[in-house]
Nanobody
Framework: VQLQASGGGLVQAGGSLRLSCEAS????????VGWFRQAPGKEREFVAA????????LYADSVKGRFTISRDNAKNTVNLQMNSLKPEDTAVYFC???????????????????WGQGTLVTVSS
């Protein structure tokens, strides 16, 4: 499956952005889809994930209540709505997908075999 992430940009603190991850090549609904981010000098970290067919969603504590992950299976797309953005949300955001990602491993990037190219989110203070 090929993934294409989009929607990043520059926004002021308190603002919103909507990231999209579009898949091609496979039926997206059968995949766990995760969003991860990586800030300069830091390791890639889990942000949010949607289990197959959107049955379960998970969030990092740092974004819970501000970010929402959603699926549009008809469009083979997973979106990440980001509200109340903070400067510490600044990072390159990646979407990733995998079929064999068990629930307890959802937050680990090395469990996902397919990755998009990343989209930069910059939040100014």
């Amino acid at each position: 499956v090929q993934l294409q992430a989009s929607g990043g940009g520059l926004v002021q603190a308190g603002g919103s952005l909507r990231l999209s991850c579009e898949a091609s090549g496979r039926t997206f609904s059968n995949y766990v889809v995760g969003w991860f981010r990586q800030a300069p000098g830091k390791e890639r970290e889990f942000v949010a994930a949607s289990r197959q067919r959107g049955s379960t969603t998970l969030y990092a504590d740092s974004v819970k209540g501000r970010f929402t992950i959603s699926r549009d299976n008809a469009k083979n797309t997973v979106n990440l709505q980001m509200n109340s953005l903070k400067p510490e949300d600044t990072a390159v955001y990646f979407c990733a997908a995998g079929q064999g990602v068990i629930l307890s491993s959802t937050r680990f990037p090395d469990r996902y075999p397919y990755w998009g190219q990343g989209t930069l989110v910059t939040v100014s203070s």
